[in-house]
């Protein structure tokens, strides 16, 4: 990639966080910091990366800009309200890029990211313009329907679970934003959806979403197995 062309980063972290029940899981701890800290402390440091845009839940608005003062955030040029679905989210995000290149999609609630899986990500998005953190499945996965009789089996040598982060070339990305309103899952099904080819690159076990309070568990062990 030139060195010229800028990297912005969206970081979603706007959701209600309904699974983990009372805890307000981007601003529990994960090794004594608040794990939205962890995640943004990564981007902040990694040489790669131009520009950041935090996007929260209208409720954590000014307690998160309270820690935008108190950190070192240099490369934080914004810090915005979400919307209603994930989507709406990174939306508002990549709304408040700018003259950026790249941009970079990453889960508030993957606090185990690394400086090593934004540089693969970036190295492989430059063959199609986008691509995705991903890891082989290790259950084997059955399509049913909604009476749960199984309608087929796919090869479980195809199937990748999906991680964030996600890497996009910046039109590309505002693109499939613009011209896809359906409700999705992911970004890069958006890329997809607009015809673009999408490539998967290996994520890692260890970077797993914090959804539940046995996540915030496991995300601690796996932070101190990184010797953090
Ligand atoms: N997210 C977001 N805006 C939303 C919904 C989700 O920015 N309207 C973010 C979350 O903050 C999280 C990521 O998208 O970092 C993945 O979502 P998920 O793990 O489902 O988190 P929540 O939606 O917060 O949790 P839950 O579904 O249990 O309510
Ligand atoms: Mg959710």
Known sequence: ???????GVVIAAAGSGERMGEV???FALLGGKPVLVRVVDVFQS???IDQV???VSKQSL??????????AWSKVADICPGGERRQDSVAAGLNRIRDCHWVVIHDGARPLVTEDLIRRGLVEAEETGAAVAAVPVTDTIKVAGDDRLVQHTPL???LWAVQTPQVFRFDMITEAYRRVKAEVT?????VEQSGYKVKLYMGSYDNIKVTTPDDLALAEVLWQKHGK
């Open 46 to 48: 990694c040489d790669l």
């Open 186 to 190: 992911d970004d890069a099904s958006l």
């Open 62 to 71: 000014e307690k998160c800009r309270q820690l935008g003062t108190e950190q």
């Open 156 to 158: 479980r040598d195809n």
């Open 1 to 7: 990639m030139s060195s010229k062309q800028k990297v």
């Open 53 to 55: 845009v935090v996007v």
């Open 24 to 26: 307000d899981k981007m």
